[in-house]
């Protein structure tokens, strides 16, 4: 099993910056992906963003792209995700998640470890 718990979270103005992490622990040496997604209410969770813990590849959603950067440090076993340039619409749950299935990363259904969830509000 892996354990993920988020930090970060808070309320920001538009425009700002917040960053979150993720520190996971149990066996992270089974970690092929890291990633973000959120959840609006009333909406369904969606993919952010996402790393490959080897390799270091990152992935965005076109949403967030250019405004968010996600980064691993695999000496702490944590991910961490950059937000600039917040907007009201960023406002959300955010979940970290962990793969060590292997494949795909970009859909919930391809991670098999999540945090709890740290809440993220950007007023205009």
């Known amino acids: 099993q892996v354990q993920l718990v988020e930090s970060g979270g808070g309320l920001v103005q538009a425009g700002g910056s917040l960053r979150l992490s993720c520190a996971a622990s149990?066996?992270?040496?089974?970690?092929?992906?890291m990633g973000w997604f959120r959840q609006a209410p009333g909406k369904e969770r969606e993919f952010v963003a996402a790393?490959?813990?080897?390799?270091?590849?990152?992935y965005y959603a076109d949403s967030v792209k250019g405004r968010f950067t996600i980064s691993r440090d695999g000496a702490r076993n944590t991910v961490y995700l950059q937000m600039n340039s917040l907007k009201p619409e960023d406002t959300a749950v955010y979940y970290c998640?962990?793969?060590?299935?292997?494949?795909?990363?970009?859909?919930?259904?391809?991670?098999?470890?999540w945090g709890q969830g740290t809440q993220v509000t950007v007023s205009s």
């Open positions: 149990g066996r992270t040496f089974s970690l092929y992906a």
């Open positions: 790393v490959t813990w080897g390799v270091g590849r990152v």
């Open positions: 998640a962990a793969n060590t299935m292997g494949g795909t990363i970009r859909y919930t259904r391809d991670y098999n470890h």
